[in-house]
């Protein structure tokens, strides 16, 4: 065992591990382009892009070059009472990609504070209306929004990761998951159980949250445009705030810019992170509406009631702003729809296996849903073994790999995935 993994294991906490058990860690030497190199010398072919972000490759030249001009001028500066280039560009820039009618962009550290953030914007909003009681969120089964506990209590709190603090979070109301399926007909029947919520608590909810066509950690699941139209049409019938969470959805990753788009509606509020860096830092960013902006602002505080220590950080825009360039100049449509077709053709072999439930495919995502929990460290072994690197979780195998992943990469990917099942199965 080298000194790191040592240190490791005696001191590091990863994300959802125990010190009670042994957990399967890799210790990572380097990384470039899709492959992850370890510190043993074998190479894996990353097909997570780090939780989703690392969509133009690691240790890419460009994005290098970006943190390394920025990092000449400033690393940071405190973003109170102070501006600079890369935010105001990189504002500048989420507008103009935004649905309309999103003008305004507040920047924060992580995905998560991104949610804290929308879901303060939409209470302080209504308070400084007058309609103080307004001040619940309505969201769904299925649904993720993040770990701190804001974003707890809109994640779903029984099937979701988070039921241990039941007790300690506000209490929101929850609405069955979207019915499953891209392509499905949406009735009114299947819009009926929010339509009843809102209905009877609409003086209650201030904003209504949904992760747009993909519910992400919550299963892996996609749903039908139509439904978030219809969710559209209900929170303006009902004086709700619609907030989309694209944190994972956004800048490609569904098969649109933004997943919005695929039922061509805009939110009041949108979070956005992961890809934003194209994976190098951490950074976030929730937008609205002129109408939220100074419906915020005409209330009691006179401001908005939030600002992170490195909120705009001169860094992560810097490079933001080179990762957003890229995604345009790669042409990120062609690159996820060549992703798409390829897994669509290469995962349909797994669900001829007896262990497999359903394969689906969205965008540059793809998901292999078992019959039954996986066991994380013996697949995962397998797959490194095999020279690729996934972390599947419950019942799903699933892949969101870089979008510069070569058609070669993403057979090799896709073919292991499904040779490791097969393994497994019979062993």
């Known amino acids: 065992m080298t000194d790191t993994l040592n240190i490791d294991q005696n001191h590091i906490w990863h994300p959802y591990s125990s010190f009670e058990s042994q957990n399967l860690i890799f210790e990572v030497e380097s990384a470039s382009g899709v492959r992850i190199k370890l510190s043993d010398g074998r190479e894996l072919i990353d097909g997570m892009a780090s939780w989703w972000s690392v969509i133009h490759g690691y240790n890419n030249p460009e994005l290098n070059q970006a943190a390394f001009d920025q990092i000449q001028k400033m690393s940071h500066v405190m973003f ?78 029984i099937n979701g990761m988070h039921h241990l603090f039941s007790e300690s979070m506000t209490k929101q109301f929850f609405a069955p998951a979207p019915p499953a399926g891209f392509s499905r007909t949406i009735s009114d029947d299947d819009l009926a159980p929010v339509e009843i919520i809102l209905e009877k608590h609409h003086q209650e909810i201030a904003g209504l949250i949904i992760e747009p066509i993909v519910q992400g950690a919550g299963g892996m699941r996609f749903y039908a445009p139509e439904y978030l139209r219809k969710l559209r049409k209900l929170c303006d019938q009902y004086n709700v705030l619609l907030i989309l969470d694209e944190i994972a959805t956004g800048f490609g990753r569904s098969g649109e810019l933004f997943a919005a788009n695929h039922a061509d509606i805009s939110p009041d509020i949108m979070t956005l992170g992961k890809n934003l860096t194209g994976g190098y830092m951490s950074l976030a960013a929730t937008l609205c509406t002129d109408r939220v902006a100074r419906g915020i602002c005409e209330g009691e505080a006179g401001v908005f009631m939030h600002g992170p220590t490195f909120m705009g950080n001169p860094l992560a825009c810097a490079v933001a702003n080179k990762s957003l360039e890229l995604l345009i100049r790669n042409d990120w449509r062609v690159q996820v729809s060549q992703i798409e077709r390829t897994l669509k053709k290469e995962l349909a072999l797994a669900s001829e296996l007896e262990s497999v439930t359903e394969v689906r495919v969205q965008g540059a995502i793809g998901v292999i849903e078992m019959k039954q929990p996986v066991n994380m460290n013996q697949i995962q072994q397998a797959l490194v073994q095999h020279g690729i690197w996934l972390r599947p979780f419950g019942k799903l195998i699933y892949m969101m790999p870089p979008y510069v992943i070569t058609e070669t990469d993403l057979i090799k990917l896709c073919t292991t995935t499904v040779n490791v099942i097969k393994e497994m199965a019979v062993s």
């Not at 103009?96 to 953030?117: A, H, I, M, R």
């Not at 649904?143 to 809109?154: E, L, N």
Request: glycine share 10%.
């Open 80 to 157: 109170g009472g102070l501006t600079h280039e890369p935010a105001a560009n990189l504002t500048k820039k989420l507008v103009e990609l935004t649905p309309d009618p999103l003008t305004k962009v507040f920047l924060s550290d992580s995905g998560s504070v991104s949610v804290e953030v929308a879901l303060k914007m939409a209470v302080q909003y209504w308070q400084s209306q007058g309609k103080g009681h307004k001040n619940k969120m309505l969201s769904f089964m299925h649904g993720y929004h993040g770990d701190t506990f804001g974003a707890m209590s809109v994640t779903d709190p």
